[in-house]
């Protein structure tokens, strides 16, 4: 079983591409909408909440975790219940001091911008469909999220999954997040730089992405089988 862990701002559509991939290979994927995002509800927002939804939701011991951005923060948290054997974060938003210092709406203003031919040439590497699933899920996501966010501390590393953890980077000038490859490394983790890719790695470069996956680990490797995707929402 794979599980899949979007970021701030989209939700379980982000992986429209993604999960099909993963069922090739002979996963059953369960793709999560985050408290705020998708079709789960609302409420209080805080890392140690959206990592206690993911533990309630998820099955423990999952052969494979995926986590992108916010996702890759908040699987950091849920890891030590949820125990999956691999795990991947994506451009992980990782040991990001908060502030108590309100932010503005409009600081988001990018994550909320639906007009399909902005976002395409922002975004020239996305598909059409990539372009739609992103419009539909920023359409479901409640701003506040981030606003509420932006005031906590972001989880460092986690220690590495029990079958390893690869850390995945864009090919980036300047990254979102600065990652220290170095420092990951000696911890154990598999460090992968993907290329011709953003932020948004699976988007970007699909085949670069799951190239990655399957060079580090050996149950991503093709093996046909039966689709089944599913998508968790938080109670």
């Known amino acids: 079983m794979a599980a899949l862990i979007h970021g701030g701002g989209t939700d379980s559509r982000t992986w429209h591409r993604v999960g099909p991939a993963l069922a090739d290979r002979g996963f059953r994927v369960i793709a999560v909408d985050l408290r705020g995002h998708g079709q789960s509800p609302r409420g ?76 395409a040439a922002r975004h020239p590497r996305w ?19 981030s606003l509420d966010l932006h005031r906590f501390d972001m989880p460092p590393a986690p220690d590495p999954a029990p079958e390893g953890s690869l850390v995945l980077l864009a090919d980036a000038d300047e990254p979102l997040i600065p990652i220290d490859p170095r420092a990951l490394r000696e911890r154990g983790f598999r460090v992968r730089t993907v290329s011709d890719a953003g932020h948004a790695i699976h988007h970007d ?31």
Do not use: K
């Open 127 to 145: 598909t059409p469909a990539d372009i739609d699933a992103e419009i539909a899920a920023r359409a479901c996501w409640d701003v506040r999220v």
């Open 44 to 119: 209080y927002y805080s890392p140690r909440a959206l990592a206690d939804d993911l533990v309630e939701n998820l099955p423990e011991q999952v052969d494979l975790a995926v986590g992108h951005c916010l996702g890759a923060a908040v699987l950091a948290l849920a890891l030590p219940l949820l125990r999956p054997r691999h795990a991947v974060y994506a451009e992980p938003y990782w040991s990001v001091m908060g502030s108590p210092r309100p932010l503005s709406p409009n600081a988001f203003a990018e994550f909320t911008e639906t007009d399909p031919a902005l976002l």
């Open 205 to 235: 470069n699909l085949p670069g992405f799951l190239t990655a996956l399957q060079l580090s680990f050996s149950c991503l490797a093709y093996r046909p089988a039966d689709r089944r995707a599913s998508t968790v929402r938080s109670p």
